[in-house]
């Protein structure tokens, strides 16, 4: 009789390169023999798992953070819904991938993007790969929205920053990880109009997010991770620490968990069989 294989279900959030801490996840997940196979990330989480599906292990994910570099005069945008012309690294991410496909992934991948036009969640699977997580990660403001036939896609963390949903169904285990952290912030850094409306802009992202951390079995959220910054690249090998270091711990803690309730167990079925002879 053959063991049916477990369908690992990954759900990846936003964060811009916080994002990396779940590449740091991930070492510590495969270490604990933990294989995602189903992933579905948004916005950076959506390039990180896209990176994994690809068969790149953690530590050359984060590697190749390292050459992401958003503010180059060459990747000004003109006369577009941004800053920075997301499209202008389409030749670097197909650099990082066998084909333009989803189907060339090892892994099923769900990248899901924000529909500016009808103004919904659209999550892609099937098809052309690259522009959808150009879509996906395109930070509203700052990164230009992508056209994808005819329709206009920005980031998928704007209406769903934790995308369970897409991959909820098809999974016998979820593990989430979540880059997203919202700091306390003192009475005196709210000074103008911006830091009020981008505050409130996240607090509702992140009450969205948490909401779905139920549906998985185990979440990781390493709160140390507010203390950087969306587009800071200063500090990329601490951040995939940090993942790390919170993956290890949250694991640790799980088995202590499971063996302190199989030692409760294997007692009561010795009580039961004391009783029984």
Do not use: W
Request: glycine share 8%.
């Amino acid at each position: 009789m053959t063991m049916s294989k477990k369908n690992i279900g990954l759900v990846l959030s936003g964060g811009g390169y916080r994002c990396v801490a779940q590449a740091g996840a991930l070492k510590a997940f495969e270490e604990y023999g933990i294989y995602p196979n189903i992933i579905s990330g948004a916005s950076a989480g959506a390039l990180v798992g896209a990176f994994y599906a690809a068969n790149y292990s953690p530590e050359d994910i984060k590697e190749t953070f390292k050459k992401i570099k958003l503010f180059n005069l060459y990747r000004l945008a003109r006369r577009k819904g941004g800053f920075i012309n997301v499209e202008s690294f389409y030749d670097f991410l197909l650099g990082y991938f066998k084909e333009d496909d989803f189907a060339a992934l090892s892994k099923q991948l769900y990248v899901t993007a924000t529909d500016l036009v009808n103004a919904k969640i659209r999550v892609f699977h099937t098809g052309d790969l690259i522009r959808p997580i150009l879509a996906s990660t395109s930070f509203p403001g700052i990164l230009t929205p992508v056209d994808i036939k005819g329709t206009l896609y920005s980031d998928g963390g704007i209406l769903d920053n934790f995308p369970v949903n897409p991959i909820k169904e098809q999974c016998d285990e979820i593990y989430g990880v979540y880059a997203s952290p919202i700091r306390k912030m003192a009475v005196t850094e709210f000074k103008n109009s911006f830091t009020v409306l981008d505050r409130a802009f996240h607090l509702r992202i992140h009450q969205h997010s948490v909401s779905k951390f139920p549906q998985c079995d185990l979440v990781i959220y390493p709160r140390g991770l507010s203390k950087y910054g969306l587009f800071n690249t200063n500090h990329i090998d601490e951040i995939f620490q940090v993942g790390y270091q919170t993956t290890i711990q949250a694991l640790e803690k799980r088995a202590q968990r499971e063996s302190v309730v199989k030692e409760k167990t294997d007692i009561s079925k010795n009580v039961v069989n004391t009783l029984l002879t």
